[in-house]
């Protein structure tokens, strides 16, 4: 089966970085995404990485170790729209995804 | 464009009824899903479509059925609904073309309660 580990809840202030880690350990790997999932909305796209190394995407960037099963994706100048959930997912050998239970992000004033 | 559209929203169910999720997309996208998700466990996978005609099981298949007769429409059909599929049921849909990323875009979900 497929094991997707991230923290269950994060809190920073305006302003600061946060940085959410997510480790993996799925049967193939096609691939990482990040999605954003504001309360009572669908997830939203934010990034995907498959080669080990840094996308930076404006504000967001998003890492990956493929030979240590990690990612994590850093969220910089926060602001208040930025509180979400955020989920890691695994595209597996069937290019199906996997998802983590999601991290929540509140950003305070 | 409206993407992926949803109905209905939200649905109230008594136990042993037959209810069916509808799940649109117009983006001629190859690939669909459905996908419950629950508090502290994230999304789940139910049931995929790879292209029109065909269909596949997820992670938690049983209780639910789907088809594919046509690239837009994916619709979830619950036979005999079930408290414990009280759930937010999310319909997915990616262009899955090789060599691509073959990110998913997801509808706005249905709140479905059963009693």
């Known amino acids: 089966g497929q094991n997707i580990d991230q923290p269950t809840e994060m809190t920073a202030t305006e302003g600061a970085i946060v940085q959410i880690n997510c480790t993996y350990q799925t049967s193939g790997f096609n691939g990482l995404f990040w999605y954003q999932q504001h309360a009572g909305e669908a997830p939203t796209f934010l990034s995907y990485?498959?080669?080990?190394g840094l996308e930076e995407k404006g504000r967001f960037s998003s890492f990956l170790s493929r030979s240590k099963g990690y990612s994590y994706l850093l969220l910089k100048e926060l602001q208040m729209k930025d509180s979400a959930s955020y989920l890691c997912a695994v595209t597996d050998s069937d290019y199906k995804l996997s998802f983590g239970a999601g991290t929540t992000v509140t950003v305070r004033a | 464009i409206a993407g992926i559209t949803q109905a209905p929203t939200s649905q109230i169910l008594a136990a042993g009824r037959r209810m069916t999720l509808r799940c649109t997309q117009d983006?001629?996208?190859?690939?669909m899903y459905w996908y419950r998700q629950d508090l502290g466990l994230g999304l789940r996978l139910i049931h995929y479509?790879?292209?029109?005609?065909?269909?596949g099981k997820g992670e938690v298949p049983d209780g639910y059925s789907v088809s594919r007769a046509n690239t837009d429409d994916f619709p979830l059909t619950l036979a005999s609904a079930v408290p414990s599929q009280t759930s937010v049921y999310f319909c997915a849909s990616s262009e899955m073309s090789s060599g691509g990323t073959d990110t998913q875009y997801f509808g706005p979900g249905t709140r479905l309660t059963v009693l």
């Open positions: 479509s790879n292209t029109a005609g065909t269909t």
């Open positions: 983006m001629r996208h190859n690939a």
């Open positions: 990485n498959v080669l080990d």
